[in-house]
Structures are given as structure tokens and as C-alpha cells.
């Protein structure tokens, strides 16, 4: 064979007394003659086949198969080499090829089933016991290992699919040609390499990632059969086999074949994508809690949402995304962290204070120590539920031991505490707090300004703006020029003015009546002072986003967010860095309620009016508003009476700007206070 048809071609037995057919591709004479020009280094490559293509009784089958393997890539290359060099015309190549793989067809066919099954086992080759059932045609492992074909090519991966679509039928419990799953198993344990050494970056024949992707396929047409109950769930190991499948694949090298691999793994993630994205939750959940799966995540990656523990054990994740979770963990360990370190010190604190007679040296520091407590547990609301545990199959244990109860809660426990207890020692506290005025200041005030320190509802600006003008000078002069110090939070008490003074009860008999300079003074403090309000609610806002960056992120589903009241529909989202916002789904067509509030928000920024930033973005599936939380704001007190001069004026300029782009629905509750 490959001499010119000096060579006759042979049959090759099987067994005593049975014989083979010659392939229907076998050279025939004129094929052979047309070699009669071929160069002398692709004549004898073709030789060298033809030797290697000759069954020895004496030699394994393993160590021929490879033999003609070897023989066969050199034939190839020589007969590449001719064509690109125009040594040979088309009708010799022709006849080459051909001589090529009657060569190799007539090695392969030779064999005995159980030897196609062991070398193809060898290859990777998944469940080989599973294909070959037909008596009809020549068994599909011949031409499954035919080093004639590319590796790729998609008949031999439709031959490795079928093997693993006839295993998931018996791994469902059916049967396959009478075979049952536990029969299978009993074949392969005698197979040799069965399953195919894949770690990170380990070179892989194209057999071997066909086998891969055929595992890949067969597992997500399992995990993505639809009418999953609650009594009727996936399996989780099939999700964990299926990460395994696709790790394996997506971070091996294959020589032989590249571009196929690259086309493999790429075709693997959309599948993996789609499967996951469907996979119900409890089977997410049971299977994180595979040691396999867990032990490769960081320890801080129970912080995240199950899903995207899911994206980080996958090999194939992009290194952006990978990084953005990471960092989200990394925060949320530090936010963790924080709280329990405040809560360590909170409620030792808040039993020895509020437990036994007053300290009043002790009683700011458990001000303090409280206001850092729900403050820590404020940062993790927006995720906290979302967290999930796979060692305790719930919430993290650090975070279920950590209810500090309500801060309305300790007020009105250190309420009915404080009334037992001195005057002189609870305003001795809030002085030290940072009251000032606080021997002017009622019982109700001290309590409340105390209480602040840990609860937002009470605003300590506004408890300290009603000190301030109780204890105000008499001299109304006196007054305006000691008024209009920036109070705790950055907003302004109001300045003083003739009319104030009055209130506070000086009679025109015994004050004399300001000079015109002390009026100008005084419209020059109130100016000042709406400056310094002004540029206090701004600096309190947080830095505004491109809307188009926005629209493009990908924002996590939290908690509800009802408790930020309103008639709308609201929930905690986490944006991609880490930082927490509200979403406000709306239903409206094309989502014109979400687009004018954005709209309106610019138009606030534009005309100087501090304005939380609003934009338009999709949250699980749906459209709405976004916008940042403002940590520590609470909403405007409904009573008038307890807003300042630079409230006042700021709520003026907020009511023009909002009548002008539209907007009517301006009270208190839609402005926030960030003092």
C-alpha cells in the first residue's frame, strides 16, 4: 500500500474463520496509478501507513493504534506539504487522502468491539459501552478514533453526545438496549482511563474536550427540564458535575485542535449560562454545600447571593465580574466585622447603663457606642437576607446573633429609664454630647437630644435650634451677632431678628430698637447662613453617575424597602461596586414615570438644587428608578414648627424648581433631611 499498487490490499481477520470486507474507500488500481507522480517523501509516508496499518497478532492493539496514529500525521503532513508546494495536482492528492483513510478505516475495522471500546476509553472518550448497538452499520467508534478526520469535526461529536444522552437515560433509571446503569458501571470499572485528567491548564487530546462537551450537554438538558416542584427538585450533584464538566473544558489547552477548543468552551458557557440561570434555588443551595464546590470559594464569598457564589466557583467568569464580586465580598466581611465589634461594645453597654442607677460619666459613651451599633447594622439591611450560608443552609450564623432590636425600641427603653433619674445627670450627658445651651434645655429635650445620637427620627439640629432660641439673648443686637453657627449635621439655627426677640418676650420699652447697620447685619448673616445650608445639604450627597453607565450595570435584588414608606412599590438593590441603592419598579408604558423622574432630578442639579441622582435601570427583568441611599438621612418633620431658617428657605427654592418640571407632590415625606 502507498507504492504505486505494488502492494495488494488484504482482508483482516477478526476471529478464526471470519473475515472482513476491504473498506468501500480501499484504492483501487487506477487510484493507485495516479500516485505513480506523487514525491518521493509522500510515497514513502504513504508506505510507512500502509506498514503501520497491518495487524499483528504479537502487537496490542493500544501500541498499533498509536503507531498508526503517528504514521498517519506524518502522511498528512506530507501530502499538505505537496499540495502547498504544487508538487502534486488535485486528482493525486485525491488519491492520496483516500489512500490515507482506507488505510486507517481498514486498521480500525479489523478490531474487536472491546478493543474500540478500550482505546477509545483511553482518548476520553465517555461511556463507550453505549454506542455501537447496531449490527447493521460499522461500529461508530471506528470512526470516532480515525486519525484520518479532524477531532473536531461534528459526526464525532455526535457519536460521543449519544453516549451521554443513552447515560442520562440510565441514570434517570431506564435502560438502554437492556443495559442497566448499574451494569454500565460494572463495564467501565475494567475500562482504562475512563475519566479524563483535566486540571487547570492540562493539555487535552480533541477527543477528550468532545467528551467534555458531550457531558456538558447531556447534563444541562437534564438540569433544564422544565415543571420542577417543590417535592420535585434536580438533582444538585448534576449541577456539581456540571461546573466540574465545564471547568474542566474551560481551562484546558488542546494541541491538536485550538480553534475547536475554542469554539467548545464557548458554545459550554452559553449553555451553562441558560441551565443556571433556571436551575431552582434550594438545588443551588444543596449544591454549594458540596464540600468539591465550597472548598474552592473564598471563605467571605457566603456574604454574596447563592447565584453568585454559583458565578465565582466557574472557571470561565469574566475576570471584571470576578473582581466586582470580590470586592462586594471583601466589603461586606468588613461591614460584618464592624458591626460585631459594635455590638460586642453595644450591649454590655446598654445592661450596665440603662441596668443600674445613672453614671453620668458613663452615659455618653453608651450614646455613642449605641449610635455605632445601628449604624454598623444599617449597612448591611440592603443585603443581609441576601447572604447565604452553605455550611448552615440559611443566613450566616454572625449575622442571625446580631438583632439589636429597633433604635425606637432603646428610646423608649432609656425614655422611662431617664425619668428616674436626675436632671443634672442627663443634661450633664447631652452637654457632653454636644448640646449647647443644655442647663436652658427641659427633660423632654435632653432625652430626646440623647436619643439622637442613636435614633435618626430624633434630629439633633432641630432639638438643638429649639434650645438655642430658648436661651437666646435679650438684646436683640446682641442676638443676631451671636446667631448663626453651623449646628451638628450642617444645617442653621435661625438668625434673630426685632421680631424674634419680641417673641421671646423683651418689651420696645426697655430694648431699643436695632440700628439700620444691625439690619443689614443681620440680612447679611441670614445670607450667609442659607449659604452654609446650602453647601451642607449638597456635600451630603453622594457623587453623581453617568446615566449611561448606569443603565448598563447589573443591580442584585435585596430586601423590601417599605419601610421608606411612600405608596410605590420599593426594594434594596446592590450596585455593582458594592454600594446600596432603592429601585421603584414602574409599570407605566416604556417606563415614563422612571424617565421623568430622572429627567427631574437633572433638572434640579442643573438649577443648584441638591437632589438625590435618579436614573432609569432594569432589575430582574424589570424597568424602574434607581437611586443612591443617603446614609443617615431621614425625612423632613412634618411639623413646621420644628424646621430652621435655612430649612425653610431650602424648601422654598425646592418648591419653585419642582413646580416648574411638573412635579406636585412636595411633602414632607419626599425630602430628606441629611443632618
Not at 598 to 612: D, F
Request: with cysteine; glycine share 8%.
Amino acid at each position: 500500500m502507498g507504492s504505486g499498487g505494488s502492494k495488494s490490499h488484504e482482508s483482516f481477520a477478526v476471529a478464526p474463520g471470519a473475515t472482513l470486507a476491504p473498506p468501500a474507500d480501499l484504492p483501487t488500481d487506477e487510484a493507485a496509478a495516479d500516485l505513480a507522480g506523487a514525491p518521493p517523501q509522500l510515497i514513502a509516508a504513504l508506505d510507512a501507513l500502509g506498514a503501520a496499518a497491518e495487524l499483528d497478532p504479537d502487537t496490542a492493539p493500544t501500541v498499533g493504534f498509536h503507531t498508526l496514529k503517528d504514521a498517519c500525521a506524518q502522511a498528512r503532513q506530507q501530502l499538505a506539504d505537496s499540495v502547498a508546494a504544487g508538487a502534486v495536482d488535485e486528482q493525486t492528492a485525491a488519491a492520496a487522502a483516500a489512500e490515507i483513510k482506507a488505510a486507517t478505516t481498514g486498521f480500525l475495522s479489523a478490531l474487536p468491539p472491546q478493543a474500540l471500546v478500550d482505546l477509545a476509553a483511553q482518548d476520553g472518550f465517555a461511556h463507550p459501552h453505549l454506542v455501537g448497538f447496531s449490527d447493521t452499520t460499522g461500529h461508530p467508534l471506528v470512526h470516532y478514533l480515525d486519525p484520518a478526520y479532524p477531532s473536531d469535526i461534528t459526526s464525532k461529536a455526535a457519536i460521543a453526545a449519544k453516549a451521554e444522552e443513552r447515560y442520562a437515560m440510565l441514570a434517570a433509571g431506564q435502560s438502554v438496549h437492556g443495559l442497566t446503569l448499574d451494569e454500565v458501571t460494572a463495564l467501565e470499572t475494567h475500562l482504562p482511563n475512563q475519566q479524563p485528567s483535566t486540571g487547570a491548564g492540562q493539555p487535552i487530546s480533541a477527543g477528550q474536550a468532545l467528551s467534555l462537551s458531550a457531558q456538558i450537554t447531556a447534563a444541562t438538558t437534564e438540569l433544564g427540564a422544565t415543571g420542577w416542584t417543590a417535592h420535585h427538585q434536580p438533582d444538585p450533584a448534576a449541577v456539581t458535575a456540571l461546573l466540574s464538566a465545564e471547568n474542566a473544558l474551560a481551562t484546558a489547552t488542546c494541541p491538536d485542535a485550538p480553534e475547536g477548543l475554542n469554539a467548545a468552551q464557548a458554545a459550554a458557557r452559553g449553555q451553562v449560562d441558560a441551565v443556571l440561570a433556571k436551575v431552582p434555588i434550594t438545588t443551588v443551595h444543596k449544591a454549594l454545600a458540596d464540600p468539591a464546590l465550597a472548598g474552592a470559594l473564598a471563605a467571605n464569598t457566603h456574604y454574596l447571593a447563592a447565584r453568585d457564589q454559583l458565578a465565582l466557583a466557574r472557571a470561565n467568569l469574566d475576570p471584571a465580574t470576578r473582581s466586582q464580586l470580590q470586592t462586594q465580598a471583601a466589603t461586606r466581611e468588613e461591614q460584618v466585622s464592624a458591626l460585631q465589634q459594635a455590638t460586642a461594645a453595644f450591649l454590655p453597654a446598654q445592661s450596665d447603663t440603662l441596668g443600674s442607677p445613672i453614671d453620668p460619666a458613663a452615659l455618653p459613651g453608651f450614646a455613642t457606642t449605641a449610635g455605632a451599633a445601628f449604624t454598623a447594622a444599617k449597612a448591611i439591611t440592603p443585603w443581609r437576607h441576601q447572604a447565604f450560608d452553605p455550611a448552615s443552609g440559611g443566613v450566616p450564623n454572625e449575622l442571625t446573633g446580631q438583632d439589636l432590636g429597633s433604635p425606637a425600641a432603646l428610646t423608649a427603653q432609656f425614655t422611662a429609664w431617664s425619668k428616674h433619674q436626675q436632671l443634672a445627670d442627663v443634661r450633664y450627658a447631652a452637654a457632653e454630647l454636644g448640646l449647647a445651651g443644655a442647663p436652658s434645655a427641659n427633660r423632654a429635650q435632653i432625652t430626646k437630644y440623647i436619643a439622637g445620637s442613636w435614633d435618626s427620627s430624633l434630629h439633633q439640629p432641630t432639638i438643638q435650634a429649639q434650645v438655642s432660641k430658648k436661651a437666646a439673648p435679650v438684646n436683640p443686637v446682641t442676638a443676631m451677632l451671636n446667631s448663626g453657627p453651623t449646628t451638628l449635621g450642617g444645617h442653621n439655627t435661625a438668625a434673630a431678628s426685632p421680631s424674634t426677640a419680641g417673641a421671646a418676650g423683651v418689651s420696645a420699652a426697655t430694648v431699643a430698637a436695632p440700628p439700620s447697620a444691625a439690619t443689614w447685619m443681620a440680612q447679611h448673616q441670614r445670607l450667609v447662613d442659607a449659604l452654609k445650608h446650602h453647601q451642607a445639604s449638597a456635600s451630603a450627597l453622594p457623587a453623581r453617575h453617568d446615566p449611561t453607565a448606569v443603565e448598563s450595570w447589573t443591580f442584585t435584588s435585596s430586601a423590601s424597602a417599605a419601610s421608606l414608606g411612600g405608596v410605590h412599590t420599593k426594594s434594596y438593590v446592590t450596585g455593582p461596586d458594592g454600594s446600596s441603592w432603592m429601585f421603584k419598579p414602574d409599570t407605566s408604558a416604556g417606563g415614563a414615570r422612571a424617565h421623568a423622574e430622572s429627567a427631574a432630578a437633572r433638572v434640579y442639579h442643573a438649577v443648584g438644587i441638591p437632589a438625590v441622582d435618579v436614573h432609569v435601570a432594569s432589575v430582574a427583568g424589570k424597568t424602574g428608578s434607581v437611586q443612591p441611599l443617603l446614609p443617615g438621612a431621614g425625612q423632613l418633620p412634618a411639623s413646621p414648627a420644628s424646621w430652621t431658617q435655612g430649612d425653610v428657605d431650602a424648601i422654598v427654592r425646592y418648591h419653585v424648581a419642582a413646580w416648574a418640571v411638573g412635579d406636585h407632590d412636595g411633602g414632607p415625606a419626599n425630602v430628606l433631611r441629611t443632618g
